[in-house]
């Protein structure tokens, strides 16, 4: 019987070929741990935060049937307001609908909100100064606390990770971005975590791309090998 599964993330888990190797994430998913049979539903979205993520898995599993869910979560930075379906901002990529939802999102600390005049003005009060900026990382590992309790409720089989270490971000852009806290939040309930991410793994092995913040798929699929171990999806 064929497996549905459900991938949340940002644009490190988006569908997309980099270096010619591995066609796409969601293949590499499929070489390494799923197989060819499986259905891959992927909701990722590039610049997205916790919110979205959230949102799009409330949305998808309450209408739809899966087998397992894989989130690997994004920045703490990011911050995600929901918006009208027909809202747009002429000038801003990130007003992103996917599934049943739209949402204005901010990319991070340093995201593509800076270069808007309109999102400049919603989102600066989320970045202004320490304690905004700190409430911002409260709202999204809360964000992140509700998909893990929802999918325990829902009794759906499911891993997680954050693309990146939140306590100890391998590089500067990722921290600029992203941002960190002082220790692995309380709140969240690891049972299914994956003890281990992609951006500090490709950052060991020479796997980031010029950005040093995105991984090249042939480094990145090494990182799904080394986890493979702690998925349960069957």
Same mark, same amino acid.
């Given at each position: 019987?064929?497996?549905?599964?459900?991938?949340?993330?940002?644009?490190?888990?988006?569908?997309?070929?980099?270096?010619?190797?591995?066609?796409?994430?969601?293949?590499?998913?499929?070489?390494?741990?799923?197989?060819?049979?499986?259905?891959?539903?992927?909701?990722?979205?590039?610049?997205?935060?916790?919110? =979205?993520?959230?949102?799009?898995?409330?949305?998808?599993?309450?209408?739809?049937?899966?087998?397992?869910?894989?989130?690997?979560?994004?920045? $703490?930075?990011?911050?995600?307001?929901?918006?009208?379906?027909?809202?747009?901002?002429?000038?801003?990529?990130?007003?992103?609908?996917?599934?049943?939802?739209?949402? $204005?999102?901010?990319?991070?600390?340093?995201?593509?909100?800076?270069?808007?005049?309109?999102?400049?003005?919603?989102?600066?009060?989320?970045?202004?100064?320490?304690?905004?900026?700190?409430?911002?990382?409260?709202?999204?590992?809360?964000?992140?606390?509700?998909?893990?309790?929802?999918?325990?409720?829902?009794?759906?089989?499911?891993?997680?990770? =954050?693309?990146?270490?939140?306590?100890?971000?391998?590089?500067?852009?990722?921290?600029?971005?992203?941002?960190?806290?002082?220790?692995?939040?309380?709140?969240?309930?690891?049972?299914?975590?994956?003890?281990?991410?992609?951006?500090?793994?490709?950052?060991?092995?020479?796997? $980031?791309?010029?950005?040093?913040?995105? =991984?090249?798929?042939?480094?990145?699929?090494?990182?799904?090998?080394?986890?493979?171990?702690?998925?349960?999806?069957?």
């Amino acid at each position: 019987m064929t497996k549905k599964i459900l991938f949340l993330g940002c644009s490190n888990l988006a569908t997309g070929n980099d270096d010619g190797q591995n066609p796409n994430k969601e293949q590499i998913w499929k070489d390494v741990v799923f197989g060819e049979d499986a259905e891959i539903v992927n909701l990722s979205w590039a610049g997205v935060g916790n919110q =979205f993520i959230l949102g799009n898995c409330v949305d998808y599993v309450s209408n739809n049937k899966v087998d397992y869910v894989y989130a690997q979560f994004t920045g $703490l930075a990011r911050f995600d307001i929901p918006a009208h379906d027909t809202y747009s901002i002429s000038d801003y990529d990130y007003c992103i609908k996917t599934y049943k939802r739209r949402y $204005l999102c901010s990319g991070g600390k340093e995201g593509s909100w800076l270069g808007s005049d309109r999102t400049n003005e919603i989102f600066m009060p989320c970045y202004f100064n320490v304690e905004e900026y700190q409430h911002v990382a409260k709202e999204s590992i809360q964000s992140v606390a509700s998909t893990l309790w929802f999918l325990k409720q829902k009794n759906i089989s499911h891993n997680w990770t =954050f693309f990146y270490d939140i306590t100890n971000p391998a590089t500067p852009q990722v921290e600029n971005y992203d941002g960190h806290v002082e220790k692995f939040p309380d709140l969240l309930d690891t049972t299914h975590w994956i003890n281990s991410d992609p951006h500090s793994y490709c950052a060991k092995h020479n796997g $980031l791309k010029d950005d040093k913040c995105h =991984f090249h798929d042939s480094v990145y699929r090494d990182w799904v090998m080394s986890i493979k171990d702690q998925i349960t999806w069957q």
